[in-house]
């Protein structure tokens, strides 16, 4: 969004410090491509009431996506239709055939120039793994669809305490302490702090070479913030990608997670399901917009760099990204909406299993004996 414009520097600066550290995690055959689109959007905003131009964010855009021309291949897009257009639309558009792995980064992300060469390792790490059958070696177990050995994969970073247990498991410890109803009160450049000075003892304490990739297999609650996360290619393809009919921004984390979960608790419950694995990078992620710099006090709710500039935008109010939503769940709370008996989850999930082509290639039924 324009009123996001002033993030796409802080974004766009971590990823050109990030291509100094990817160095020899790529071989020549490996591209990072990354899209962005400037959404200037008719539909939510007023451009004719607005005070500040279209040509001021197309200026700054175009300026800003310097930084990625040299070490990316850079899909920019300024859209400026009428219509309704957001990060769901977004999500679509970027699927590609020759895409392994894909990522989605919030706009408003602090994350350090380190994380990037990390989750990179990490792909390559959990495929050799994974051939190797040094992770799993129940493969004979498997009667028929994907073996164990190629499960469906998210990994994520740690983040800050959140505003549930359920999120625990990828919570850094040095935040555990952190009461729930503290959530909101990170400060990013503390989290940093903080982070570099535990990453600094442990190389004091550590002997020998040091460990470059931690990961850490979750065990309870698939869950992610859909912050700076990475998918395997078939699950974010043919399983959680937005539905069709969702159009501009919506509860896309809620979606992703449940539905992987449901499948997932299919394959514990019944013997045929997909199987999903969830890695945990060590490294920590922090939100701009929250702590001191929240402009806004209300719950889930943080404009630090939006504020000076949404005063002097027109935006209409049927494009709120907060109605948007509420649209797409008939009101109420999203999770219960969409995990009722006709929703959003269930549908998806009776669509993957009567497209028997699609199911075949995604799904594992192990034998009577488990």
């Known amino acids: 969004m324009p009123w996001e414009i002033d993030y796409a520097l802080l974004t766009f600066n971590q990823l050109k410090k990030s291509s100094y550290h990817i160095g020899g995690l790529i071989s020549k055959e490996d591209t990072i491509t990354i899209d962005s689109v400037l959404n200037l959007s008719s539909y939510l905003i007023n451009w004719?009431?607005?005070?500040?131009p279209k040509e001021y964010f197309i200026?700054?855009?175009n300026t800003y996506s310097l930084l990625l021309d040299d070490n990316f291949i850079h899909n920019k897009k300024i859209y400026d239709g009428d219509e309704l257009y957001g990060h769901l639309d977004l999500q679509r558009d970027c699927v590609g055939k020759n895409i392994d792995w894909y990522m989605s980064i919030c706009p408003d992300l602090y994350f350090s120039e380190t994380l990037l060469a990390k989750m990179i390792g990490s792909f390559k790490a959990l495929k050799n793994n994974y051939q190797n059958q040094k992770l799993l070696k129940e493969k004979t177990k498997v009667v028929e669809g994907r073996p164990l050995t190629n499960p469906h994969i998210v990994i994520t970073p740690c983040i800050f305490r959140m505003w549930d247990y359920t999120w625990d498991e990828i919570v850094h410890p040095m935040f555990e302490d952190v009461p729930y109803d503290q959530w909101d009160t990170a400060v990013t450049q503390d989290v940093r702090a903080s982070y570099k000075f535990n990453e600094y003892n442990k190389l004091i304490e550590r002997t020998g070479e040091r460990e470059i990739i931690s990961l850490k297999e979750v065990q309870s609650y698939l869950k992610w913030t859909g912050?700076?996360?990475?998918?395997s290619k078939d699950l974010y393809e043919k399983i959680i990608l937005p539905p069709k009919e969702w159009k501009g921004y919506g509860p896309w984390d809620l979606f992703s997670m449940n539905v992987s979960s449901t499948l997932n608790n299919n394959l514990a419950e019944t013997g045929?399901?997909?199987?999903?694995?969830?890695?945990i990078v060590d490294e920590v992620i922090s939100k701009w917009s929250l702590g001191p710099l929240r402009m806004d006090k209300k719950e889930h709710s943080g404009n630090w760099l939006q504020h000076p500039i949404k005063q002097y935008l027109y935006v209409n109010k049927r494009g709120t990204k907060e109605k948007q939503r509420n649209k797409i769940v008939k009101d109420g709370d999203p999770l219960r909406q969409m995990n009722r008996k006709n929703g959003m989850i269930t549908k998806r999930c009776n669509e993957l299993k009567s497209n028997k082509k699609l199911w075949k290639s995604i799904y594992?039924?192990?034998?009577?004996?488990?």
């Open 48 to 52: 004719k009431k607005s005070k500040l």
């Open 59 to 61: 200026e700054k855009y």
């Open 227 to 231: 912050w700076f996360d990475a998918y």
């Open 272 to 279: 045929e399901g997909v199987l999903f694995k969830q890695f």
């Open 364 to 370: 594992t039924k192990l034998s009577s004996t488990e």
